[in-house]
């Protein structure tokens, strides 16, 4: 297995079949556009073929590993880090637990992964039941990639500057996140441990111009040895070499410590040369409105030789409309979308984006045009507050639902009721006896089994527990009988 296999499980070359055109081609890991394999036989079934034996070769190449890779010599090695989720590094920055108090005393609890899309974002409050801004909640941060950080961050801080630290981080060089925590500790210590505002930890990712790290010095020792070793001391620059073993490294590293005000991280020394600038301000994080896309997708080129990396990447919010996604397609530098190649990168629902990136693998060349329909028919939903429900409805449905099934499922929310207020069985039970005359109901309720009951009453009614609230069939029909009987359900409709 190659190193770069071992570090994010992606092979160091395959051979791949061009979705769009069917040609045989070599990629390698991190290098932009492809290679024409000299194994090409013009025709795609027997290419397809070829591929799949020499992928073997190559030691199990996954028909997953080579979509993933066409992926990344197109629209760049970082996208498949963004959207993928394979790299050396986890893609997120911090896992986050979000909840509030429930309206039956439960809690309405989600995690979410940051940085997060607008919509990733947007999908996981309504998980929480936070579309209320006045509501109070909790973010508590239960995972993150740089171990020491969780502890300096308050923990009622706003998810959306969060998830702006989250961004800024993510796009930080590795020398440069070093950096970062050497001076969150130097803040710490400033402070004395308390937690270090939000905004201020913003500020910091924009003040690295004024920040170093002298990797691997740990101590005093360490340090002094390095300044003398290269003549960072002006007053020793003229001493006779043997005067050198005679100093005490030790207290010249503390002395230059002590001067520079720096600090000894894991990963070194690191010294903050300037004030942390003031670019960001607190709020600025907060959107003020939703995005005007359902579903935002990239176009890019694919050239002809496959080796040009200079090939723009367009953004296109759908619905769009023909002259739109003419102006996007020119941008990237073709011709025709048939020259391009589209990836999704947020959708309004989020569940969806995926699947939308498996349809345009296809070689159907109507693909964008079902996407673009897919997304006139989500905005219709938003705007007619029936896209809570049609989430709800795709989350009942136990495995991925494809791309057909999503737009059959689209017409189908009228025949369903969300209550978003409720969470679990239990919620659901309780609020069916509120609506009954029972002497002595909480006595009842201390001696009834109610997660049980609210599961029997809802298979009764045809109710389902999902992440947004339990969801409630008008005639009893389950989202599988209408999906298993299209005709029927839309009849219904």
């Known amino acids: 297995m190659s190193k770069g296999r071992e570090i994010n499980r992606l092979p160091q070359k395959c051979f791949a079949v061009l979705p769009y055109d069917g040609r045989l081609v070599t990629i390698t890991q991190g290098i932009p556009g492809y290679i024409k394999s000299p194994l090409d036989s013009g025709d795609r079934y027997k290419n397809r073929i070829i591929a799949d034996e020499k992928n073997d070769e190559l030691g199990g190449v996954t028909p997953a590993d080579e979509k993933t890779m066409i992926k990344g010599a197109f629209f760049g090695w970082e996208i498949v880090n963004a959207v993928v989720g394979r790299s050396e590094t986890p893609d997120w920055i911090f896992r986050v637990e979000i909840s509030r108090p429930g309206l039956f005393g439960t809690n309405t609890a989600t995690i979410v992964m940051l940085p997060a899309t607008?919509?990733?974002?947007?999908?996981?409050?309504?998980?929480?039941?936070?579309?209320?801004?006045?509501?109070?909640?909790?973010?508590?941060?239960?995972?993150?990639?740089?171990?020491?950080?969780?502890?300096?961050?308050?923990?009622s801080v706003n998810i959306y500057e969060l998830n702006h630290l989250a961004q800024r981080l993510k796009i930080l060089q590795q020398w440069e996140l070093d950096c970062f925590e050497g001076m969150v500790r130097m803040e710490a210590i400033r402070?004395?441990?308390?937690?270090?505002?939000?905004?201020?930890?913003?500020?910091m990712t924009h003040s690295m111009q004024d920040c170093r790290i002298l990797?691997?010095?740990?101590?005093?020792?360490?340090?002094?040895?390095?300044?003398?070793?290269?003549?960072?001391?002006?007053?020793?620059?003229?001493?006779?070499?043997k005067i050198f073993s005679w100093l005490d490294n030790e207290k010249i590293g503390k002395e230059m410590h002590e001067e520079e005000r720096g600090i000894f991280t894991s990963s070194g020394y690191v010294v903050q040369d300037a004030e942390i600038i003031q670019i960001y301000k607190?709020?600025?994080?907060?959107?003020?409105?939703?995005?005007?896309?359902?579903v935002l997708i990239k176009i890019k080129r694919e050239s002809e030789n496959g080796l040009r990396i200079d090939n723009p990447v367009s953004i296109l919010g759908l619905p769009a409309s023909d002259d739109e996604l003419l102006q996007a397609v020119k941008k990237s530098g073709a011709a025709s979308l048939e020259e391009c190649m589209l990836i999704a990168v947020d959708c309004i629902i989020p569940l969806l984006?995926?699947?939308i990136n498996h349809h345009f693998?296809?070689?159907?060349?109507?693909?964008?045009?079902?996407?673009?329909?897919?997304?006139?028919?989500?905005?219709?939903?938003?705007?007619?507050?029936?896209?809570?429900t049609y989430k709800a409805i795709l989350e009942t449905c136990q495995e991925n639902v494809s791309f057909k099934e999503a737009l059959e499922l689209a017409s189908w929310t009228k025949e369903f009721s969300l209550m978003k207020e409720l969470a679990t069985p239990v919620d659901y039970a309780?609020?069916?006896?509120?609506?009954?005359?029972?002497?002595?109901?909480?006595?009842?309720?201390?001696?009834?089994?109610?997660?049980?009951?609210?599961?029997?009453?809802?298979?009764h009614k045809g109710a389902f527990a999902t992440e947004y609230g339990i969801l409630v069939s008008h005639n009893g029909q389950t989202v599988k009988q209408c999906l298993d009987c299209p005709e029927q359900s839309m009849r219904m409709g």
Not at 225 to 236: A, H, K, P, T, V
Not at 368 to 374: I, P
Request: one cysteine or more; proline letters at 6%; a negative charge.
């Open 191 to 203: 402070t004395e441990n308390k937690p270090v505002d939000v905004e201020r930890l913003i500020n």
């Open 361 to 388: 693998e296809e070689t159907d060349g109507s693909s964008y045009n079902l996407v673009n329909e897919l997304s006139e028919k989500l905005k219709e939903l938003n705007e007619a507050g029936d896209l809570l």
């Open 430 to 459: 309780r609020l069916e006896l509120e609506k009954i005359p029972v002497p002595l109901r909480e006595e009842l309720l201390k001696c009834t089994d109610l997660y049980c009951y609210g599961e029997k009453l809802m298979e």
């Open 353 to 355: 984006t995926e699947e």
């Open 282 to 294: 607190s709020g600025d994080a907060i959107p003020c409105y939703m995005p005007d896309y359902t």
């Open 215 to 241: 990797y691997n010095i740990y101590d005093d020792q360490a340090l002094g040895q390095f300044y003398m070793d290269n003549d960072f001391i002006s007053e020793l620059t003229d001493l006779p070499d």
């Open 118 to 155: 607008p919509y990733e974002l947007a999908d996981a409050l309504e998980k929480a039941r936070l579309t209320d801004g006045n509501v109070i909640y909790s973010s508590e941060v239960c995972g993150c990639k740089l171990e020491y950080l969780p502890k300096y961050i308050s923990p």
